[in-house]
Each structure stands twice: as structure tokens, then as C-alpha cells.
């Protein structure tokens, strides 16, 4: 692209100047200052940046001689700590840089800083007519205006191949995203599988031989997206949205009546059945072990009464808890225990807003996602009244499509807009894409998702003043072709062309 290297999302400070400097692509190479703190995480990383660098001049259709001795050579790396093995919400992602004639320096305190630094240096880089690399003269200062900032990915509706996930883990990375909320299970397939619990994905899977996600490949999405700063955060959906754990676990699920008959259906998780906590407590102790992240995600969103109010059982339960016909309080009941045995087990959770609507009582670290988007400001303003941290999703459900460019409205949204104190408003830690999976597969997520989540990245990334879509154009538009130069089949914003199309 022939205009200055933008960076998406805009960091916090920048200033650049017009003086350029020819970058010697080809060879690029990533140092260590003497005092920087080292590790293979950052080697890996460096080696992923030189391949998009060395490409990015590869690409030049014309050969040519550089006209100045070529000034930008290596990229100094200052990381001021050790490295930390995973990505968490509490990690420090900010980095300093600077690119000009006498030294071009990267300083972090922490690995995730440098990860973050690495992508924006990458896109400083850009290209002219001739196919010469440049660099402005540039200083950075940098870090996220929020800490949580997820794709939501839905595994379950349709199966995505790993290699889909990895895609989009690396876009999410040229995004600064750094969570995957892993929507691993619902009521369509199940194709976790469990060790302890095999018959789940045997049974409840698509097919148990090609649309499952063995430990190993559990593994390797979880490794994929360490090595980029990106937390997976998996979700385990109950005790609605669970129609595929019957498959494999008889008696786990509510069996529908009509009149004093069992219909055949089931319905939500039964919880009055102690065989239900048993199963939950040995399936989340497998969980604490397979995910190194501190959150699971609980789900806990559109339960169904239906099932419940029809079976006798169930009723005869709540009419010896006095609760008759009040079957918020069973289900709160359910979600009480979910939440007691995650925290004993060692989780902390995120759970969608219906928990906190449903007036569960919640440990006081809990996260609450707010996705229903029907004044979604006065429920932040509920949930963080009640002094629970809470992501914002509701505004950004990307499996609504439409024509036309969607992502200003996305990149319009403004999540601090609702009523509460200063102490309120931090309780917002971020937010979160969803792209449901009704109708998304390995086919058609990764344009559906890109650029159009990059539009929710800078706002949950930059300061809250960058907000002008005129301004915001034009730099989206070359982060698109960006992205598509380095793989990403991102789909276009509007008419027009990019200088080194698709292909
Ligand atoms: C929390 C949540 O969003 N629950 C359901 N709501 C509608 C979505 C599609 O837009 C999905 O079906 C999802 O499972």
C-alpha cells in the first residue's frame, strides 16, 4: 500500500513524521538488547514477523535498487521482566516504540507487551510503487483502553477444522484481540472430547470420527493462541442449550411429559437429580486440567420452563421447597450449585446476563456478559450496580448480516454509555464479537468475521475519542488488504481495489 503504514487499532499515542527510512525486508532481524529478558515464546514470534516482513517485500512485482543505504535493518527488543507462560485478564499489554535513524527500539514490562508491539512495528512497515519497504519516523506509546477483548466462535451449530480456528486465531492477533470465547457445545453437536466422559462427543458429536476436538487438538488451539497472547476461554452451556449431553449421558437432561406420560423429549438439565452434580463436578474437574485459563464460561442463557413445568417430578420437588410454579428459583437453584462446584474446582466464571436477571447469587468475581440487545446500557448499568464485572456483547452479534458497510455501526458503539459511577464504569473489563454458528461454517466465518470485527477491536482497544468512521475508513481499508495480503480471506468494505489483490 502506498500510503504510510497505519496501525489498526489506533494506539494510544502516535506521532510520525514524513522522513522515511528504506527497511531491509528481505533479512530482517528482531535483537535483543543486553538487558532484555528473553524467551522462546518471543523467538517464535520473532520468526512469524520476519516471514510476514520478508513477504510483504516478496510480493514487489518490480525489482529495484535501494536509493539509500537501507537504515532499518533490525528491530531492538527491550522486554523489562520475564516471560509469563499464558495470557490473563490481568496481563500488561502496553509497549513503547520507536523507529528512526540512530535506533528502532521495542520496550515492554511484559511479554504480551512486546506481542502487541510486534504486530504494530509489522504494520509500520509499508510498500511504494517501486516495491521499496519504508518506515516512517515514528513514536509510539501504547496499551488497551480495555483488558477483555473476545471473538466469540460457535463450534457446535457447525464444526470448524482446526485450521479455521488457527486462521482466525492469527487474525485476531493483526486485531490485538486477545480472548477466543470458545463456544465449544450446544444443543446441535458436542465435539469436546471428554476422557473421563467419552460417550459425550461418541455420542453426541456430528460424526465421532472427523467433527470432534480430540485432547490433542484441545491442546494445540490452546498452544496456537498462547504463543499470539490470546486467552481460550472455553464456554460449557447449561442448563439450557445442552440437547447434545443427553445424547451421551442418559438421565443428565429433564424428560418431557404430556400429562402423566414422558413424551420421548427432553428438555433443560435436570436439577433435581443429585447424579446431575456428580456428572457436572467430574466433567469440570477434566475441564480445570484441559484449560489453563483462570475463567470458564458458564453459559446459562434462554432456559426453557416448558420441560420442567410439564414433568411430575420436578414439580413434586418444588412444591416440598415451597417454590411451586416459581421456576426462576429452581433454575437458580441449578446455577447455584454450577457455580459453587466451579469454584471449589478451582474456576472463576463468566456467565450470560439471565444469571444475574434471574437473581442468582454470584461470587463477587464473577463476569456477566450482557448479549441481549434491548437497552443492553441499563442492564450494564444493573450488573455493575451490583458489583459484578460485565462484557458487553449485545451490540456486536455479527451473525446478523446485512448489506451495506455494518462495521460503522459496530465501530459507533460507545460501551461506556450507560448510568453509574466512575467505580461502575471500570467494572466494564471489555467486550466481545459474536459470530453465532446457525449458518457460519469453515466456508464462510472467516469474511463474515473480518473486517467487521476489526471495527469492534479498535473500539474496545483505543481511546474512546477515536471515533470518526471518515477518519476511520480509509485506515480500515488498508488493514482489510492487510490482512488478505497475509492470508486472511477478509471480505471487502466497499467498492475499490487493494494495490496487491487477493491471490
Ligand atoms: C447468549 C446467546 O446469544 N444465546 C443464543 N442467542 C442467539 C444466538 C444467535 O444469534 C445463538 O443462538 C445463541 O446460542
Known sequence: DT?????????????????????LAEKFAFTYTSSSFRCSLLDEAFKRYQMLIMNAAARSKLHFRPRAPYTITTLDINLMAKCEDYPSLDMNEAYSLDVGESSTQLQAESVWGILRGLETFSQLLWQTETGEILANKTNIIDHPRYSHRGILLDTSRHYLPLSVIFDNLE???????????????????????????????????????????????????????RLRGIRVVPEFDTPGHSQSWGKGQPGLLTPCYSGDKP?????????????????????????????????????????????????????????????????????QIYVQKVLNISGQIGFSYIVWQEVVDNQVQLKDDTVVEVWINNHPDEELAKVTKLGYRALLAAPWYLDYISTGEDWMKYYLEEPSNFNGTDAQKKLLIGGEACLWGEYVDGSNVTPRLWPRASAVAERLWSSKDVNDVTKATPRLHQHRCRMVKRGISAQPLHPGYCVHDWG
Open 263 to 331: 413424551t420421548g423429549s427432553y428438555g433443560p438439565i435436570n436439577p433435581i437429580v443429585d447424579s446431575t452434580y456428580t456428572f457436572i463436578q467430574t466433567l469440570f474437574t477434566e475441564l480445570r486440567n484441559v484449560f489453563p485459563d483462570k475463567y470458564i464460561h458458564l453459559g446459562g442463557d434462554e432456559v426453557s420452563f416448558a420441560c420442567w413445568q410439564s414433568n411430575p417430578d420436578i414439580n413434586n420437588y418444588m412444591k416440598n421447597l415451597n417454590i411451586t410454579g416459581k421456576y426462576n428459583e429452581l433454575e
Open 3 to 23: 500510503s504510510p503504514g497505519s496501525v489498526w487499532p489506533q494506539p494510544q499515542s502516535q506521532t510520525s513524521t514524513s522522513q522515511t527510512y528504506p527497511v
Open 171 to 225: 487474525a485476531m492477533a493483526y486485531n490485538k484481540i486477545n480472548v477466543f470465547h470458545w463456544h465449544i457445545v450446544d444443543d446441535q453437536s458436542f465435539p469436546y472430547v471428554s476422557e473421563i466422559y467419552p460417550d459425550l462427543s461418541r455420542k453426541g458429536a456430528y460424526t465421532s470420527l472427523s467433527h470432534i476436538y480430540t485432547p490433542d487438538d484441545v491442546a494445540a488451539v490452546i498452544e496456537f493462541a
